[in-house]
């Protein structure tokens, strides 16, 4: 059974430090990775969608890495604002439309 | 505006009343699911459906149910609700599922007393 872990859970940086999120994975034959941002009583909104094929993807000042072999996968948001301060979560995708496996997010606190 | 959108956004209801909890989305997508979301234990999937008349159970498919008619409509229905499902319930629709990149609703908050 695929598990999703994100460490740590929360995070707490000044304003333009640079962030570094963690997600990791045990069973590495996935399909896709996928990275989230979500506000307090807010939906998910997509960041960044890593094939399996592909080592990274990159928006703006987000950049998300991915090791299958490791089942490691990081996010670095560059350059930190308040606004940036959300709960971020992974989630793995094991095949093409099957089940969705999310970690249990990192909540980020960006301080002015 | 492209939106996916669930109603009610808040319900409180009692055990073994019957509830439906709508979801429609307005892209055309073809892939739809279901996730619940609990303090300490993550999203969880319910269903979801890679197409019309197409559907599939998740992690945590226990006491749902679901269907899809039409494209745009993917309704989660909870026959005989119980406290333990209890918990913020999100819908979501992706254009293909090789491409993934998945689109939320605002949540919907389910009390069951």
């Known amino acids: 059974k695929q598990e999703v872990t994100q460490i740590p859970a929360a995070l707490s940086v000044p304003e333009g430090e640079n962030l570094v999120l963690n997600c990791s994975f045990t069973?590495?034959?996935?399909?896709?990775l996928q990275w989230f941002r979500q506000d307090p009583g807010k939906g998910l909104t997509s960041l960044l969608l890593?094939?399996?094929?592909?080592r990274e993807q990159t928006s703006g000042r987000l950049n998300a890495s991915l090791d299958k072999s490791s089942g490691r996968s990081t996010l670095y948001i560059a350059a930190s604002q308040p606004g940036d301060s959300a709960t971020y979560l992974c989630?793995?995708?094991?095949?093409?439309?099957?089940?969705?496996?999310f970690g249990g997010g990192t909540r980020v606190l960006v301080k002015p | 505006e492209a939106q996916v959108t669930q109603n009610p956004r808040y319900l409180i209801t009692v055990t073994g009343k019957k509830l439906t909890v709508t979801c429609s989305q307005n892209?055309?997508?073809?892939?739809m699911s279901w996730y619940r979301q609990d303090p300490g234990l993550g999203l969880r999937q319910i269903y979801y459906?890679?197409?019309?008349?197409?559907?599939d159970k998740g992690d945590v498919p226990e006491g749902y149910k679901v269907s899809r008619k039409e494209k745009r409509n993917f309704p989660l229905i909870l026959e005989s609700p119980s406290p333990n499902q209890t918990s913020l319930y999100f819908c979501?629709?992706?254009?293909?599922?090789?491409?993934?990149?998945?689109?939320f609703g605002e949540g919907s908050r389910l009390t069951v007393l």
């Open positions: 892209m055309n997508h073809e892939y």
């Open positions: 890593i094939q399996s094929s592909q």
């Open positions: 979501a629709s992706s254009p293909h599922t090789f491409t993934g990149e998945l689109f």
């Open positions: 069973d590495s034959a996935i399909y896709n």
């Open positions: 989630a793995v995708e094991k095949a093409a439309g099957n089940k969705l496996t």
């Open positions: 459906s890679m197409n019309v008349e197409v559907t």
